[in-house]
């Protein structure tokens, strides 16, 4: 099932969401780089602004004061909600790279001395570039765990091969902004546990996080990281929850102070949009399901989501309403392959003579809002082993269509 099977339901999603057809500076659009910030939904827009004219702040003995700081306990109890997990510390940051940094910099300074760090070359480089770092900074060994290029992912028997009993942290990629595909971060842990059972494990789920479907409970980690603009909040904070165990490590903070992770007064509407967001997915998953436990309504609406963007993927893949689909095109490739069953609302293709910029601009004059990756510092990881100068990357969220799915392969064909 989509929810495209209920033309009523997908018409309720997109009317929740913001600009879902119609960008504020040219006019209608399809919005197909979700990748690179989802839509926001309008509770956020609405309560950012409520918040943002409030001039109380937590921690005073005013009712305002308590009242702002019950929403931040909701928020944090949502998160935990959100992500299935259990104790441990519920952080908001700057964004999700510098708390991936904070949580990957805790962990090197906090572990035992020696041994090494590892990661993979499927990671963005916002975990990449700090466990590099922090090894560096703490005298040991950075391992990488060379990802399979043809299917865009990593899995627990390549990180078995290189983990050691000596192993102190590891990073692990939930899902890749490059190629859209998912890596099983339950079994890369328990992998990991199995030969260093005290490692700390911190998990980059930025990308994963809007396509639903976050189990801490199933994943032994320690540290989880999402950026909300990604999961139709909005910019400016990033959210990580660190285990019990992390939380624990010596981390900055004022002497004297209470001891938490966060530094200086949040944005109490930072807090207030992330619990809109599961707000959010407790709707979807009540409309879906006859569900009354909270946290099964969020897994109803995680595999409702699914559902969607499989179909979507899928009609891009193949095609639509009589229209090829890219892995149909001649001079096509896919990144990942199109046959991926870890695929999580993303194509990325190249084509064999236009190239990948032309595409994208061409397609931004058709109304269709997709995004170049070039092989830099942010893909080239993944581009380089293909030898792929620079690729399209076509990104879906739940609330797109398959009639937009196909005005992009009908705009795409005449282009090429």
């Known amino acids: 099932m989509t929810l495209e099977t209920n033309g009523q339901l997908i018409a309720q999603v997109r009317e929740r969401f913001a600009h879902v057809d119609t ?14 910030g989802a839509l926001t939904l309008k509770s956020v827009v609405e309560t950012s602004g409520a918040y943002a004219a409030i001039p109380d702040n937590q ?32 952080i908001v940051g700057e964004s999700g790279t510098e708390l991936l940094f904070r ?38 060994p950075y391992v990488e765990v ?18 050691t009993a000596e192993t102190r942290v590891a990073t692990i990629l939930h899902t890749s902004p490059v190629t859209g595909i998912g890596n099983d971060i339950a079994s890369i842990a328990a992998a990991i546990r199995k030969i260093a059972p005290e490692a700390f494990i911190i998990v980059d789920g930025i990308q994963h996080a809007c396509h639903g479907g976050i189990d801490l409970s199933a994943a032994d980690v320690d540290g989880y990281v999402i950026s909300p603009y990604k999961v139709f909040s909005r910019h ?26 966060e530094l200086g007064t949040r944005d109490t509407g930072a807090y207030a949009t992330m619990s809109d967001v599961v707000s959010y997915f407790d709707w979807l998953g009540g409309e879906v399901s006859d569900d009354t436990d909270p946290r099964a309504r969020l897994e109803a609406a995680a595999e409702a989501i699914r559902g969607q963007e499989q179909m979507l993927c ?62 830099d510092h942010y893909s080239g990881n993944i581009l380089d082993p293909l030898g792929i100068e620079a690729a399209v990357r076509v990104s879906f969220c739940h609330y797109n269509s398959r009639a937009e799915v196909a005005a992009f392969l009908s705009a795409l064909t005449r282009i090429l």
Request: net charge negative.
């Open 59 to 90: 921690g005073r003995a005013n009712p305002a004061s308590a009242a702002l700081q019950a929403v931040i306990d909701k928020a944090r109890a949502d998160v935990r909600r959100l992500f299935n997990a259990a104790g441990g510390a519920v």
């Open 146 to 163: 060379p990802h399979d290029s043809d299917t865009g992912s990593v899995s627990a028997d390549d990180y078995a091969r290189l983990v």
């Open 314 to 375: 899928n009609a891009a893949l193949y095609g639509t309403d009589n229209l090829r689909g890219l892995a149909e095109m001649e001079g096509v490739t896919v990144i990942g392959g199109p046959e991926n069953a870890r695929r999580e609302g993303l194509v990325t293709f190249a084509h064999a003579t236009v190239p990948a910029a032309d595409i994208v601009d061409a397609l931004n004059a058709e109304g269709i809002r997709t995004h170049i990756r070039k092989a």
């Open 103 to 140: 949580l990957v910099r805790e962990a090197c300074l906090g572990a035992p001395e020696g041994g090494s760090v590892i990661g993979s070359s499927v990671e963005h480089p916002a975990s990449r570039s700090a466990l590099r770092r922090w090894a560096s900074e703490t005298g040991r």
């Open 23 to 36: 960008c504020p500076f040219t006019g209608p659009r399809i919005f197909f780089e979700n990748a690179g």
């Open 236 to 261: 400016g904070y990033g959210i990580a929850w660190a285990s019990d165990r992390l939380a624990a490590l010596g981390h900055d903070t004022l002497i004297g102070g209470p001891g938490g992770w």
